[in-house]
Nanobody, 120 residues
Framework: VQLQASGGGLVQAGGSLRLSCAAS????????MGWYRQAPGKQRDLVAF???????KYADSVKGRFTVSRDNGKNTVHLQMNSLKPEDTAVYFC???????????????WGKGTLVTVSS
């Protein structure tokens, strides 16, 4: 199983970006999907996640600005980021909690980080 993230880049404060993360491989089912971020010199923090049933949870710092969604048919999780601030600058990492075909148990898979830079 591999996760491929896309959509990072450079944007001015107040702008928007949409991140996507698609899983591929021998997948039986996918449970939670979500995003973490890590700013320079800081720990990796949870940004948002979405459950199989569509319930979502957000870090307080992004509530009302970011929206996490999923496309189960495409094994993809998205992060729509609006009203971006310089403090949102970080490397964003996606994850998906996947049960592989024939595996029988869930494992967390991570995508390679994608850099988001917000200029003031």
């Amino acid at each position: 199983v591999q996760l491929q993230a896309s959509g990072g880049g450079l944007v001015q404060a107040g702008g928007s970006l949409r991140l996507s993360c698609a899983a591929s491989g021998s997948i039986f089912t996918i449970n939670d999907m979500g995003w973490y971020r890590q700013a320079p010199g800081k720990q990796r923090d949870l940004v948002a996640f979405i459950t199989t049933g569509g319930s979502t949870k957000y870090a307080d710092s992004v509530k009302g600005r970011f929206t996490v969604s999923r496309d189960n048919g495409k094994n993809t999780v998205h992060l729509q980021m609006n009203s971006l601030k310089p403090e949102d600058t970080a490397v964003y990492f996606c994850y998906q909690d996947i049960v592989v075909a024939g595996g029988g148990y869930e494992m967390r898979y991570w995508g390679k980080g994608t850099l988001v830079t917000v200029s003031s």
